[in-house]
């Protein structure tokens, strides 16, 4: 079952995190991302985002096979993907805020990713946070 | 920054998490090398305690009955045994279980200065050699030259040695509990004898024959009223003429 998993972001600073998936290796796979207002919107998408090498504005991925995270108080170890997506703060600022501007505006995406067959690796909501600091 | 981790058992929220818990297991790890590090030398209730303690190759102490005992991480024999050891205000003593083992000043009894296996803790400051052949003694000297020895065995010997001339000496001899008290010149020259003296001026002796010389001569009265009035005291050795005299009166 595809993962959900909001990411939030703030409009006036780049975004750039990682998800890490365990058991896969996606460092070969073709990405791609749209973040839109709404589910199911077909025009023309918020925000666009292809494979691209870091610092680049895109998504990549990197294989570790030695993974290691905290789970229930222990270290586990396992081949993992790192999946980094970067968007870059112009892409962010470009986005209109909306009613109130106080409030985060709630955009969602989804990202696919091509191997052998293409899959949506995890979705959720796209919360733009207005922020503070300009 | 890892936001998230998605497993087969579903999505972990983990951001900042993950980074914390690297960070947590490397400062533990760190942590633990410290502790390992420091485990080394301390002092543990129990082999057991010590052993878990420290790693492989590891010294540490154990604590048991006043006495300290140095193990070794992985054997369960001590590498070494040693006495209680007190130090206080500068007086250095050291006792074993069953008894003082050796005491150099102790500020808690005026009786001990130097003392070696004292049995109880009303013991007099003595120095006593532990020994289970009458072959060995305990000697006593200065300037590198032995000049008294206790002798070991059942009787009690204590001999006066003249490192100079090996032909002059003394000993005293106790034998038993209840012996005689016996003193004795050890010579082996016939030409010895037994010599009492002041200020190094000879009073009295006693040839290898058994005689007695007073050396000085006797003194020559009639009679005790005139030794008496000549010096000499109650109970002692006059002449009258030949004729040994003993006043009385």
Redesign the interface.
Known sequence: MT???D?PAFKRVPF????????ENLSAATFLMHVRANRGDTGTPLITLGNASPPSQGVSATYNPAY????DGE?LTAP?S?VRIIIAEATLEALSLGTPYTEPVELFYDLHATTDTKRV??EGKFPLKPGVTI | MTIAIITESGVRKVAPMVLLAQQAAAAAQIAAQAAAAAAEGRIYASYAAGNAATTAGQYFFVASGGAYDLYVNGTATPVVKLPTLNVSTGILEITKAAGDFAVFGNSADANRGFAVNISGAAGVGLVLLDTTSAGYALGFGTDGDEKMRLLGGSDITLQFRNPTDVNRGGEITVTGSAGTGTFAINTTSSGYGLSFQIDDAEKLAIDTAGRIVVTAGLANYANDAAAAAGGIPLKALYRNGSVVMYRVA
């Open positions: 993962a959900r998993i990411i750039d995190d990682d998800v890490a998936i365990i058991g290691q995270w905290q789970e270290i993992a790192l690796q995890f």
